[in-house]
């Protein structure tokens, strides 16, 4: 991978190949190997369709109604407990989340609250029809947004109408900003096993790098003038009849002979062979290596344009007898 330019992906890998056997059970709140040293938020948005992406959901998916009514159940959750523990009269009820324990699947669950799907074509590089470092390490992944830093205000009352009389507050909440990080698993399960995913062909030199290239390569062998091929990251020749790639997936099955040498065919280094899901799992059942694990990277905070306000109603405590600030 190094030599197709993709570091990243690299690392990735080895991470893989070195772990011991594990799989990973689908289960995205799962506890699985974790690591978030590998994959950086700001490495990611260095792509132009992602960050393209965030801004979409910075600017109106995290103020949907399904965003906000879980916004409100989270922060309501919070504030309403931090209300009852205090004894002061004018409790301070702002906060900022954290990662407590170094434990970022219990942050993902207690406070992310909106998502958006980052797919192989917007990691693609389209100019060249390749795949980037980012589509080899992490494929489809999620960008998330998290409750960040909130702000607790409201009119506190007394209300006497109960017995013992009660210390309330109609408190109104202001998040001001919100944690992004993207989580993905980096595995190798396939829905259907008797369909595995295609991961491209391969050899130890690097990869013809795409289901259209894999194509194009094997219509090539039958129709020599009909070649797309790429080689140190530059295309080289670029005639493919689009009509006539052989888009099914059984060709695929088959090593692909590129036939760039001077000997032109059956040479080791213009050969590549088929990889697909299955071959990491045949490979971690030979091997007792390979393990599956979660990529998050670590949470960076951005102060929204527009501030989300949430009346989460009436709080209240009950007085102690006795007590002049309950």
Excluded at 134 to 156: C, D, H, M
Excluded at 185 to 198: E, V
Excluded at 250 to 263: E, G, V
Excluded at 264 to 275: A, C, G, H, L
């Amino acid at each position: 991978m190094e030599k197709m330019g993709w570091p990243v992906a690299a690392k990735a890998a080895r991470r893989w190949f070195s772990g011991q056997a594990h799989v990973y059970n689908d289960q995205p709140d799962s506890e699985q190997p974790l690591d978030d040293s590998i994959v950086s938020l700001r490495w990611v948005l260095g792509y132009k369709a992602v960050k393209s992406k965030l801004d979409e959901l910075l600017r109106s998916d995290i103020y949907s109604e399904k965003a906000l009514a879980l916004v409100e159940r989270k922060l309501l959750g919070r504030v309403r407990d931090a209300f009852q523990r205090s004894q002061s009269a004018k409790p301070n009820l702002n906060f900022e989340t954290e990662i407590i324990n170094s434990d970022l699947r219990q942050f993902h669950i207690d406070w992310h609250f909106q998502r958006k799907k980052i797919s192989t074509f917007d990691t693609s590089d389209w100019d060249w029809m390749t795949p980037t470092d980012l589509t080899a390490t992490l494929g489809n992944f999620l960008l998330y947004v998290a409750i960040g830093r909130v702000e607790v205000q409201g009119q506190r009352y007394f209300d006497y109408s109960q017995n013992p009389y009660r210390y309330c507050m109609d408190a109104e909440a202001r998040m001001t900003h919100v944690y992004v990080y993207l989580k993905d698993n980096y595995s190798f399960n396939d829905k259907d096993p008797a369909n595995s995913q295609y991961l491209g062909h391969w050899n130890k030199h690097g990869m013809t790098s795409s289901l259209v290239m894999a194509a194009n390569e094997l219509l090539g062998q039958y129709y020599p003038s009909a070649k797309m091929h790429l080689k140190g990251g530059k295309k080289e020749e670029y005639r493919v009849d689009w009509d006539y790639l052989p888009f099914p997936q059984k060709p695929l099955d088959k090593p692909i002979d590129t036939r760039r040498s001077f000997l032109r065919k059956f040479v080791e280094m213009d050969v590549y062979w088929p990889v697909f899901n299955r071959s990491y799992n045949d490979w971690r059942a030979r091997n007792d290596q390979g393990e599956d694990f979660m990529i998050y990277s670590k949470p960076e905070l951005y102060k929204l344009e527009t501030p989300i306000t949430i009346k989460l109603g009436t709080l209240s405590r009950p007085c102690k007898a006795g007590s002049p600030i309950c």
